[in-house]
């Protein structure tokens, strides 16, 4: 398997690639006029993906410099005092990747359904909702105060699982490629995207989860792999993708509503 190092320089190189690819989908073919409506709608545009990229760079670099030291930290320590998952169930070398892509997956789901549900954290989480041309870009539009809670957060999961930076860095490598392509302003055919959907969530559901309809927003929680939705039975599908209003209404705009 490639080394951590080398996974981990991937990360930014990968992400700006798939952006870029994404952008260029979204200029030839979008699936919904955004900007059309604005007096300038590709300076409107330009300033709309400055401003959540700018954000997406601010927050890259405080994960760098201000919380990976603490997550190697962590899992130096749980490797050399046998402590996560892993080590208690001896997980072979050869599956570990899956498992750690699972348990960091489930993990996500239900950070990001905290997210909905506790006042606190939702005062954060409504600025990435609160996007109303929601595109490529908007993937990189989280509040520095949701940053800092889950980076913390992730911190006694790294240590319960038991995982390396070679996973680690593996599973951020694919979610961000996944959550970038999700919010991309793209349609598919259905039935690309309904291939697609039972194993990784598509543009389709996250559209739905971004909607202003607050029972929409309470779908759709998943980030990498859609199937904990179903399970967890929040999965749901929108019958006219074109109808949906992206945003936070007034309602919703202070307190959780899940």
Known sequence: MIDAVTLASWRAPASIGVMSLLFGWETAQPFLALFARAPHPWRTRLRHAATNIGIGVLNGLAIRFGFLALWIATMQWAATAGV??????????????????????????????????????????RLHHSDRAMDVTTANRFHFGEITLSSLARVPILALIGCGMEELALYEVLLFAVVQFHHANIGLPDWIDGALRTVIVTPHLHKVHHSVVIAEQNANFSSLFSWWDRIAQTFRLAPDLSQVVFGVDHDSATEPHA
């Open 84 to 125: 996560g998952l892993l080590q208690w169930l001896s997980v072979a070398p050869e599956f570990r990747w899956i498992v750690v892509l699972f348990l960091l997956d489930a993990w996500t789901y239900a950070w990001h359904r905290l997210n909905h549900t506790v006042s606190f954290f939702w005062r954060f989480h």
